[in-house]
C-alpha cells in the first residue's frame, strides 16, 4: 500500500446502521435527528430511511445509517427513550439489512404483492408452534409456492412452516 494514499475507514465502509422501531406514523425526519441530537447523522434527512407498509403507509419503523461504530454506540444509547408519548427502540443493524427491508417492504416491493403470508407480531413469549396452528383452525391454508392454490396445508405442514420460519429468524439474529 502506497503510504501516501488515504487510508479507508472500514467501519464507514462496511455500513453502519440502526434500526428504529416505534415512531409515530407522523414523524418526519427532522424529528428523528432531534432524537438521536446527541450523535451526528450524516448528510441528515438522507441518511433516515422510513419503512411503508405494502400499503403505503408508513410502519413507525426506520433505518438510520451513521458512520462509525462509535456513532452506532451513542445511538443504541437512545433505546427505550421517547419521542412524544411514545417510547422507541434503536437496534444495531446494517446498510445490507437497511437495503433488504427497503427491497423488500413497500407498496411497490415484489415479495409482498400477492405473498399469501401471514406475519405474526406480539405473540406471547411462550407461544408454541401448536398454539399457533390451533389459532389458524379451519382456515383454508395454501402452500407458498409453485402448486399455490391447489394444495390444502395441513396442521402438520403449517407446524413445519413455522420451524422453518423460526429457524429463518434465528438465523438473522
Not at 17 to 44: M, Y
Request: proline letters at 6%; charged letters at 25%.
Amino acid at each position: 500500500m502506497d503510504p501516501s494514499e488515504p487510508m479507508l475507514n472500514t467501519e464507514a465502509v462496511e455500513g453502519c446502521a440502526v434500526k428504529v422501531r416505534g415512531l409515530p406514523w407522523a414523524c418526519s425526519a427532522e424529528e428523528v435527528q432531534r432524537f438521536f441530537s446527541d450523535g451526528p447523522i450524516p448528510n441528515g434527512a438522507a441518511r433516515i430511511r422510513f419503512i411503508y407498509t405494502r400499503e403505503g403507509r408508513p410502519s413507525g419503523e426506520a433505518f438510520v445509517e451513521l458512520e462509525t461504530e462509535e456513532d452506532v454506540k451513542l445511538a443504541l444509547k437512545k433505546d427505550r427513550e421517547t419521542m412524544g408519548h411514545r417510547y422507541v427502540e434503536v437496534f444495531k443493524s446494517s446498510s445490507a439489512e437497511t437495503d433488504w427491508v427497503l427491497k423488500h417492504t413497500g407498496p411497490n416491493s415484489p415479495d409482498t404483492a400477492n405473498d399469501g403470508m401471514v406475519r405474526l407480531r406480539g405473540l406471547p413469549f411462550g407461544c408454541s408452534k401448536e398454539e399457533i396452528v390451533q389459532f389458524f383452525s379451519g382456515l383454508e391454508i395454501v402452500p407458498h409456492g409453485p402448486c399455490k392454490g391447489q394444495v390444502l396445508m395441513t396442521s402438520q405442514a403449517l407446524e413445519g412452516a413455522i420451524t422453518v420460519l423460526a429457524e429463518e429468524v434465528a438465523l438473522k439474529e
